[in-house]
């Protein structure tokens, strides 16, 4: 249906690169109203290209997230109406992240060359690759050896292999090829802006505050980066890097750009439109949410990001350890982002559904829908009582995320025997996933960070009640479901509405546009006991197969 109402409006779009799709999301400037949205698969990655998963390698092409952003920007418009698109004033990105791609000499994207194409090695590093994890305890010993800063401080004190040097130095010690013709990197996040803007001088790109500081250790007290000298320790090709990338950073409410002929043409925008400084999805999506400082954000997906705000003051110099950063404006400027999260979390739920239809499909079983697994598994696990069957599974099936980084970490399983059900495997994944959730709200409170709110947010918030049920009486904390369902890409239109100048500040443009909260989950206060004694089984399981 076409949008009728308002035509003198001002539309800002937010572009949501997901981990399977790119969102496109148009907003009312003046009321927050989401006029129309768009989904676009990618194509390559749907087919499992340049992925093995037994390796924890996971690559997308940038070439498809240049098809999904101008199929779902195109369809978007098409469902707004004819006048939608002239009305557009400004364009916000989010990305998942840490997802480095390496550029050529010319500014390009490496794979697009043609003899890089289909090298792995050539495409973007997707955030849930973990195949720099030798890189990353180099990393870590590097830091912590006393011969240099803790350039890992502001980073919770452990770097990870999901992030931007130790990702960077893997591929450049597996791929002579691929070393050799990357004249430098850049983040996901800070590389779309700066297509749609026409900016092939990578010097010229204005690079995340959010990405920077997260994921590449940036810090205003050093100076930026990490030294050369740190560097050329590690391998002197990433000193000559740094030389290549960037000292100043920029928070997602400036402009990064403007919408150049090309790409107008190619999504049929207005040129010159403002394009915000990107920044991750789950940062973004906290903006979305309408999350305030001390309000816990859980951006919850295929893993889970858990944003949380601040005042400087409150946080002084304390450095919470085993989070992923705390970055000075990485969500909202003027206060200080703190992030945290799992590495699996709906991706959990999807393994034990993918066990379960190939097991259907080995014994020749026809008729039943793959997609009623996970619902139909939800209905039999709410029957059961916590911790039925004895069961307790640790969530670390892609590693541990937060408390202390760990790509090496392994999911579990104890207690199984032959009386087990598919829904009691199930019950235990979740309770998991939410002891996992409790684990790093006790990170942030023990280090004197407090939480007044939990809001959650994505798929899984808002389609899967046991799962949210569960980790309210896990946590015992309420839990406010937002409504939007693109709060990412909103989070992204939000971005872009300061950065064209609507609002004067991001602040405000988040108070105007903002999701409201749908629903709350209230906690089942009479199961805190038996919570208590499951969530210490599951930190047992968890002191084992570390």
Same mark, same amino acid.
């Given at each position: ?179 050799? /013709? ?6 996901? %996040? +800070?590389?779309?802006? !700066?297509?749609? =803007?026409?900016? &092939? @001088?990578? *010097? ?92 816990? /954000? ?6 889970? %990001? +858990?944003?949380?705000? !601040?005042?400087? =003051?409150?946080? &002084? @110099?304390? *450095? ?227």
């Amino acid at each position: 249906m076409s949008y009728t109402r308002g035509m003198s409006s001002r539309f800002v779009l937010g572009l949501d690169f997901g981990t399977d799709s790119v969102r496109a999301l148009l907003v009312d400037c003046d009321n927050g109203e989401e006029v129309a949205s768009a989904v676009s698969a990618y194509r390559r990655w749907a087919q499992g290209a340049y992925c093995d998963a037994a390796a924890q390698r996971f690559r997308q092409h940038p070439q498809d997230h240049l098809d999904s952003m101008t199929a779902a920007v195109r369809a978007c418009l098409k469902q707004a109406g004819k006048q939608a698109a002239a009305q557009v004033v400004g364009i916000g990105v989010d990305t998942t992240g840490s997802s480095p791609l390496p550029l050529a000499a010319d500014g390009t994207a490496l794979a697009f060359h043609p003899e890089f194409s289909e090298d792995p090695d050539a495409l973007c590093v997707l955030w849930k690759d973990h195949t720099a994890a030798d890189e990353a305890e180099e990393i870590n010993a590097l830091a912590h050896g006393g011969e240099f800063p803790d350039y890992t401080q502001w980073s919770g004190g452990i770097y990870s292999s999901e992030w931007f040097w130790a990702k960077i130095l893997h591929v450049l010690r597996a791929n002579k090829r691929v070393a050799r /013709a990357a004249h430098t990197w850049i983040e996901h %996040c +800070d590389w779309v802006p !700066a297509v749609l =803007a026409g900016i &092939g @001088d990578p *010097a010229q790109i204005k690079r995340s505050r959010c990405a920077a500081g997260h994921k590449a250790m940036w810090h205003p007290s050093w100076g930026g980066l990490p030294s050369s000298e740190f560097l050329a320790r590690l391998d002197p090709r990433l000193a000559e890097l740094r030389a290549r990338l960037y000292t100043d950073t920029a928070t997602a409410d400036q402009c990064a750009g403007q919408l150049c002929e090309a790409w107008a043409k190619r999504l049929g925008l207005p040129a010159g439109i403002a394009i915000a400084v990107g920044a991750f999805d789950a940062h973004l999506g906290a903006v979305g949410a309408g999350a305030k400082p001390f309000e816990l /954000a859980k951006v919850m997906g295929t893993s889970t %990001c +858990d944003m949380l705000m !601040a005042p400087a =003051a409150a946080v &002084g @110099d304390k *450095a919470v350890p085993g989070i992923c950063g705390q970055v000075d404006g990485s969500i909202m400027p003027g206060l200080i982002g703190l992030e945290a999260g799992q590495s699996a979390f709906g991706d959990v739920y999807a393994w034990w559904k993918r066990v379960l239809a190939a097991g259907a499909a080995l014994s020749g079983a026809k008729g039943g829908d793959p997609e009623r697994i996970l619902p139909a598994l939800s209905e039999q696990a709410a029957k059961l009582e916590p911790g039925a069957g004895g069961l307790v599974a640790v969530d670390w099936f892609n590693g541990r995320r937060t408390p202390d980084a760990s790509a090496r970490a392994r999911g579990a399983i104890a207690g199984l025997h032959l009386g087990h059900e598919p829904a009691h495997v199930f019950r235990a994944l979740v309770e998991a996933t939410a002891f996992g959730a409790r684990a790093i709200v006790e990170r942030f409170t023990e280090h004197g960070i407090a939480i007044k709110r939990i809001v959650a947010l994505g798929g899984i918030a808002r389609k899967n009640p046991f799962v949210m049920q569960v980790c309210a009486d896990v946590l015992q904390r309420p839990i406010a479901i937002v409504a939007s369902d693109q709060c990412c890409a909103l989070g992204a239109a939000i971005a872009a509405a300061s950065a064209a100048g609507v609002y004067k500040t991001m602040a405000a443009a988040q108070k105007a546009l903002a999701s409201r909260c749908e629903r709350t989950v209230q906690p089942t206060r009479k199961l805190a006991t038996a919570y208590d004694a499951l969530y210490q089984r599951y930190r047992a399981l968890g002191q084992q197969v570390s």
